[in-house]
């Protein structure tokens, strides 16, 4: 059985169609990654997955539960980190991690194995308001949040936009170690580099899937659009000039 099951899903807000009959499957265990530009629908399919939003048509399901019928069982099975940084900012680090646990019924304690190697990092500073923490540190802390109760799906969306390169290699590389417990990860990115950290890639565009398969053959198959024409500068332009006219004399 699949850990994800996307069947005819179409969500649209007035006259604006965010999904249009999208299906795909995630295995169980895998890194899977949704990519494509602003205003694709990448956010509107997590909230349907996550049970946050109701899809106008199709079926969706998630560790085998129905994301309509079944949105209590599905919540205590998945981890969401949003895009953007949605932490209590005027808590401490170890208040927000309480407060999450707290959500879904058990405590920082119990869920201390889940969240260790990642929380050990931020865990010096477990008294500092959430809002003072850096980028890369906020980034260690959400996702602490959304493992501390053990879930076997998680989804990221946009993580690491903003965070600096370092942080960004260290959170796939922590995804790598959460890989191997069997979590099914889905994530969507803007950066090609971890795009390329995926096993399958669906490339979402105006709120069709256009393609599933390997980074390699997605980045490769659509290139004109994630790798287009560099664009000339004035200055390389004006040097291209130059030495068209010295390869004259």
């Not at 709120?207 to 390389?236: H, K, M, N, Y």
Request: with cysteine; hydrophobic share 40%.
């Amino acid at each position: 059985m699949n850990a994800i099951e996307v069947s005819h899903i179409s969500k649209s807000y007035g006259r604006v169609k965010a999904l249009q009959d999208v299906s795909f499957s995630v295995g169980k265990g895998e890194v899977f990654g949704i990519i494509g530009p602003d205003g694709a629908g990448k956010t509107s399919l997590y909230r349907i997955l996550c049970t946050l939003l109701l899809p106008d048509e199709g079926m969706a399901s998630v560790d085998g539960f129905d994301v309509v019928g079944q949105m209590k069982d599905i919540r205590r099975r998945v981890g969401y980190m949003p895009g953007k940084f949605s932490l209590y900012q005027d808590l401490t680090v170890e208040e927000n991690l309480k407060f999450f646990a707290t959500l879904f019924g058990t405590t920082v304690e119990e869920g201390y194995d889940s969240i260790r190697a990642i929380y050990s990092q931020i865990e010096r500073f477990r008294d500092r308001k959430a809002g003072a923490l850096s980028g890369g540190m906020k980034q260690k802390l959400a996702l602490s949040c959304a493992l501390v109760h053990s879930p076997s799906v998680l989804f990221l969306d946009e993580p690491t936009t903003g965070v600096d390169p370092v942080s960004r290699k260290e959170f796939w590389e922590m995804l790598g170690t959460l890989k191997e417990r069997g979590i099914t990860i889905v994530a969507s990115t803007p950066y090609l580099d971890e795009v390329r950290c995926c096993d399958r890639v669906a490339f979402l565009d105006q709120g069709q899937v256009r393609g599933i398969d390997t980074p390699e053959v997605i980045l490769d198959r659509f290139a004109d659009i994630f790798t287009p024409p560099a664009i000339l500068s004035p200055l390389t332009s004006h040097l291209k000039s130059l030495s068209s006219r010295w390869s004259i004399w």
